[in-house]
């Protein structure tokens, strides 16, 4: 059983800059793709970013070149640093990992951008 955890969030003005954590429970963090996903009220959860196993790294276009995702193997961590926040940043934002067959997620920490 994986467990997943977020922290990090909180309240930001329009231009600032937040990191997030995601700490796994297991060494999950090494041999799976970890992801940041979102969730703005009334919209569907959307991907934002991930990172593989070897360290490649992906992100969507709203959040490309404003956010960066990295990890800690040591530490079972990952992070997504969030700079340049938008209001249409705010969200409750997801840890995930697919493993053996299963998704696992964290409870999300929720980000606001508002001034």
């Known amino acids: 059983q994986v467990q997943l955890v977020e922290s990090g969030g909180g309240l930001v003005q329009p231009g600032g800059s937040l990191r997030l954590s995601c700490t796994a429970s297991a060494s999950i963090i090494s041999i799976s793709t970890m992801d940041w996903y979102r969730q703005a009220p009334a919209k569907q959860r959307e991907l934002v970013s991930t990172?593989?196993?070897?360290?490649?790294?992906g992100y969507s276009d709203s959040v490309l070149g404003r956010f960066t995702i990295s990890k800690d193997n040591a530490k079972n961590t990952v992070y997504l640093q969030m700079n340049s926040a938008k209001p249409e940043d705010t969200a409750v934002y997801y840890c995930h990992t697919y493993w053996w067959g299963n998704d696992y997620w964290g409870q999300g920490t929720q980000v606001t951008v508002s001034s």
């Open positions: 990172i593989s196993t070897d360290g490649n790294t």
